[in-house]
């Protein structure tokens, strides 16, 4: 049960996400289990300590004392209630996040700052023209402020070069081209894979056909 918790919980790292709520749904069923069993012997355990703690005090009969453990009972049903409607309020909000892609990633992006997450989501965004453009520019932006990287680079650079400058005007785009490749070259500063140099290649020959375009 424990060794299922590491990803959900960020010790052990599966894929670029440091946490994932479909890493609950199995560990759910054996923490259940778990807390019923202990309620089964912890429950009858409670009531003989009440009862006994009554007849020890008031010098009570049996009545009374089981009076006394109802009592008890009572409050404890009404705490489990409102735990019950406290997780069942932050279910349906969490829910939420899972209503489409944009909403799942507008989610994960803050709790992470991963630009291989950001890129995802500003390429999603960017189908809504230039207000949804701008939005992903501005959540791969912050993954630069927040984490700053190569990898934060090329993504940032890869999506000016390929698909912010779709809905600029033309001055606009020369300038986020210009951007692009300084970006490009701080990533290979700090370092890029074979995987991700060949990413920076392929959007340093789309900012050069640009350029001779241009000319």
């Given at each position: 049960?424990?060794?299922?918790?590491?990803?959900?919980?960020?010790?052990?790292?599966?894929?670029?996400?440091?946490?994932?709520?479909?890493?609950?749904?199995?560990?759910?069923?054996?923490?259940?289990?778990?807390?019923?069993?202990?309620?089964?012997?912890?429950?009858?355990?409670?009531?003989?300590q009440v009862v006994d703690f009554a007849r020890r005090q008031?010098?009570?009969?049996?009545?009374?004392?089981?009076?006394?453990?109802?009592?008890?009972?009572?409050?404890?049903?009404?705490?489990?209630?409102?735990?019950?409607?406290?997780?069942?309020?932050?279910?349906?909000?969490?829910?939420?996040?899972?209503?489409?892609?944009?909403?799942?990633?507008?989610?994960?992006?803050?709790?992470?700052?991963?630009?291989?997450?950001?890129?995802?989501?500003?390429?999603?965004?960017?189908?809504?023209?230039?207000?949804?453009?701008a939005e992903g520019e501005y959540w791969l932006r912050q993954?630069?402020?927040?984490?700053?990287?190569?990898?934060?680079?090329?993504?940032?650079?890869?999506?000016?070069a390929l698909h912010r400058v779709d809905t600029t005007i033309?001055?606009?785009?020369?300038?986020?081209?210009?951007?692009?490749?300084?970006?490009?070259?701080?990533?290979?500063?700090?370092?890029?894979?074979?995987?991700?140099?060949?990413?920076?290649?392929?959007?340093?020959?789309?900012?050069?056909?640009?350029?001779?375009?241009?000319?």
């Amino acid at each position: 049960c424990y060794v299922g918790l590491l990803p959900m919980i960020g010790i052990v790292k599966v894929g670029c996400q440091e946490h994932a709520d479909r890493y609950t749904y199995w560990i759910g069923c054996g923490v259940c289990v778990v807390a019923a069993i202990a309620a089964s012997w912890l429950v009858p355990a409670l009531r003989r300590q009440v009862v006994d703690f009554a007849r020890r005090q008031d010098q009570a009969d049996d009545a009374v004392a089981q009076g006394e453990w109802h009592d008890l009972r009572r409050m404890l049903l009404v705490a489990l209630a409102g735990v019950i409607v406290c997780l069942a309020t932050l279910t349906c909000r969490q829910n939420g996040c899972w209503r489409d892609t944009i909403s799942l990633y507008r989610n994960a992006v803050p709790k992470s700052w991963s630009s291989e997450i950001a890129i995802i989501l500003a390429v999603q965004l960017h189908s809504g023209g230039r207000e949804g453009a701008a939005e992903g520019e501005y959540w791969l932006r912050q993954c630069m402020v927040n984490h700053r990287c190569s990898l934060a680079a090329l993504n940032l650079a890869t999506y000016l070069a390929l698909h912010r400058v779709d809905t600029t005007i033309q001055k606009f785009g020369v300038e986020l081209y210009a951007e692009a490749e300084s970006l490009i070259v701080e990533a290979r500063a700090m370092g890029l894979d074979e995987k991700h140099e060949k990413e920076a290649e392929r959007v340093m020959i789309q900012i050069k056909r640009v350029r001779e375009v241009a000319l």
